[in-house]
Each structure stands twice: as C-alpha cells, then as structure tokens.
C-alpha cells in the first residue's frame, strides 16, 4: 500500500543524495548513521517497518546534509519535514554550507 520516496544523504564533505521511490513490497537499507528521510508520495496511506542498530555513527553536520546536499532535496519535503514555507527552504539551500559550518 502506498508509495514512499526514501533518502539519505552521505557524509561531508559531498553530502550526495540518494533517493528511491519504493512500493509495495520492495526493500530499502539506509547507511548506518548517515542523515535519511521516507515521504509519503502516494494518494493512500504507506506503511513502512524500520530496525535500527546501536552502532556509533559519528558526526554529520546536519544543516551542511540537508539544505547542503548535491542533488538537493526537494523543497516539497523539507518545507514539510520542518515546517517551514518553502521559500525559507529554497532560501537555506541556496547558501554554501559548507564555509557556513
């Protein structure tokens, strides 16, 4: 049931983003400790089922990730993840992260 768009972002300093949509049925592993997100593109509910482990996954400055990342993430999701208009969220990502961390 449902679509999803799954994401994460690797490490600096490239934070490279990878996406995928999945459907019913298919499978998607996340990097331990690296900055990810699931959004729900569907018209109908999603269910997804997550394990986690408890592995030290360092550090990851997390605006340089997320407003940072190359290809960026699309503002649709970030306005809504963080409850922001999508203008302030195409505002932080068109700012150089990386000299701003």
Request: glycine share 8%.
């Amino acid at each position: 049931m449902g679509t999803l768009l799954f994401g994460f972002v690797t490490s600096n300093p490239e934070n490279c983003l990878f996406t995928k949509v999945l459907n019913k049925g298919d499978v998607f592993v996340f990097p331990i400790g690296l900055i990810h997100f699931q959004f729900n593109i569907g018209h109908t509910n999603a269910v997804a089922i997550a394990g986690l482990s408890s592995q030290n996954p360092g550090v990851i400055i997390i605006a340089n990730a997320v407003f940072g990342s190359d290809p960026a993430i699309d503002p649709d999701v970030l306005s809504r993840a963080f409850q922001l208009d999508k203008n302030v969220v195409k505002n932080l990502q068109s700012r150089f992260w990386w000299e701003n961390n």
